[in-house]
């Protein structure tokens, strides 16, 4: 498995009273889909850490991308920024994800 995943997620508009709960399903979102990317073998992810760190207020436009930096088999390490439309980082995540994969055949 390499760790070169990246993904990137999207919401085109922001209200400002719900700045903190879209910036963390983005940051969580895009999270998840680096680590889905790197392992297409696996059924999902379960989010078992996860630090934000929140840097100004987010705006329209925001997008985060996340990236594997590390793990192995059944446990994932990524991180993820959020930016606006500017180009200005928001919020940056870090994660540990643990893979849920199908059940073998016979088990």
Not at 9 to 24: D, F, G, K, L
């Amino acid at each position: 498995m390499s760790t070169a995943a990246t993904a990137v997620c999207v919401a085109p508009q922001a209200a400002a009273a719900s700045h903190r709960s879209q910036a963390i399903a983005l940051l969580d979102a895009a999270l998840v889909a680096a680590a889905l990317a790197r392992n297409p073998d696996a059924q999902a992810v379960d989010v078992i850490d996860l630090h934000l760190g929140f840097v100004q207020p987010g705006g329209a436009g925001l997008h985060a991308e996340g990236q594997v930096t590390g793990g192995g088999r059944s446990v994932c390490f990524c991180e993820a920024e959020l930016r606006n439309a500017a180009g200005q980082l928001v919020a940056r995540a870090m994660g540990t994800l643990r893979y849920r994969h199908p059940p073998s055949p016979g088990a």
